[in-house]
């Protein structure tokens, strides 16, 4: 009788351990502060996908990009800079005025609440813009705010472009997408861009150790790289995007009307 229960109970114990050892297993994917249940917690259903934290973020940067870039690009125009500066503050003002309509309707349809004042930080780029006094002090402050901002929420939208379920967030990412990246290019043409600063300031408060190939030796010619085409004989008929190098096209048919009623 003493064996059998002593057998009893060496079974319970392992039991007990082998299931203390498996809940964690069966467990993990539920509990707090994993990916996957970050992304379950800050997402609502929508009948074009479920609604994201970052997607709702990505909303509304791209409403706050407006809200402080179009003065920024009014100011330029008033203050007559160069050429190229008007040319790079006509860019904005279009892009812009053309993805407030188009965020305005995603808005609207997936029930986001916008923003109507720039933040106190845009506020105060604003600010520096207006108290740049004599005419290169202001491009150079000009240029290399506006593109700081636009290079900081570039890689934004290509986060939540590659990641939302959401077909509405995804088409307003590939416009943002497109109108980011001309603003871009447009605004390194003005020859003010200090690129200097704003590798700087991208990496600043970064420790990671530098990835990607060894730099190259100093007089030696590396070997030409052999082109990268499919095999065989294959029929296509696409072409690589139009455009002249340097130029970004913007040419997308034209947004709903942000104030009809919500598609539900």
Do not use: C, F
């Given at each position: 009788m003493r064996r059998i229960n002593g057998t009893a109970l060496v079974i319970v114990a392992l039991a007990g351990t082998l299931g203390a050892l498996a809940f964690p297993v069966w467990s993990y994917t539920d509990r707090s502060g994993?990916?996957?249940?970050?992304?379950?917690?800050?997402?609502?259903?929508?009948?074009?996908?479920p609604l994201s934290a970052a997607?709702?973020?990505?909303?509304?940067?791209v409403r706050?990009?407006?809200?402080?870039?179009?003065p920024a690009a009014q100011q330029a125009l008033e203050r007559a800079p160069s050429g190229a500066m008007r040319e790079a503050a006509d860019h904005l003002i279009?892009?812009?005025?053309?993805?407030?309509?188009?965020?305005?309707?995603?808005?609207?349809?997936?029930?986001?609440e916008l923003p109507n004042q720039p933040t106190e930080q845009?506020?105060?780029?604003?600010?520096?813009?207006?108290?740049?006094?004599?005419?290169?002090?202001?491009?150079?402050?000009?240029?290399?705010?506006?593109?700081?901002a636009h290079g900081k929420i570039f890689p934004a939208i290509g986060a939540v472009r590659n990641s939302t379920r959401n077909?509405?967030?995804?088409?307003?990412?590939?416009?943002?997408?497109?109108t980011v990246l001309d603003h871009i290019t447009v605004l390194e043409k003005t020859g003010a861009v200090d690129f200097?600063?704003?590798?700087?300031?991208?990496?600043?408060?970064?420790?990671?150790?530098?990835?990607?190939?060894?730099?190259?030796?100093?007089?030696?010619?590396?070997?030409?790289?052999?082109p990268a085409k499919p095999s065989g004989d294959i029929d296509t008929t696409s072409r690589p995007s139009p455009g002249e190098p340097g130029t970004v096209n913007t040419d997308r048919p034209d947004p709903e009307d942000p104030d009809a009623p919500a598609t539900r």
């Open positions: 994993t990916g996957e249940a970050n992304l379950a917690a800050g997402s609502v259903p929508t009948r074009w996908g997607d709702r973020d990505l909303i509304v940067r706050l990009a407006g809200l402080w870039e179009l279009v892009g812009h005025t053309d993805l407030d309509k188009r965020v305005r309707v995603v808005a609207r349809d997936l029930g986001v845009q506020r105060g780029w604003l600010q520096q813009m207006t108290d740049a006094t004599n005419g290169k002090d202001y491009e150079k402050t000009w240029a290399n705010l506006l593109r700081s077909s509405l967030v995804r088409q307003l990412a590939s416009d943002a997408n497109q200097e600063a704003i590798a700087n300031d991208s990496v600043a408060g970064t420790t990671a150790s530098p990835t990607g190939p060894p730099p190259p030796a100093t007089g030696v010619v590396p070997p030409v790289a052999p």
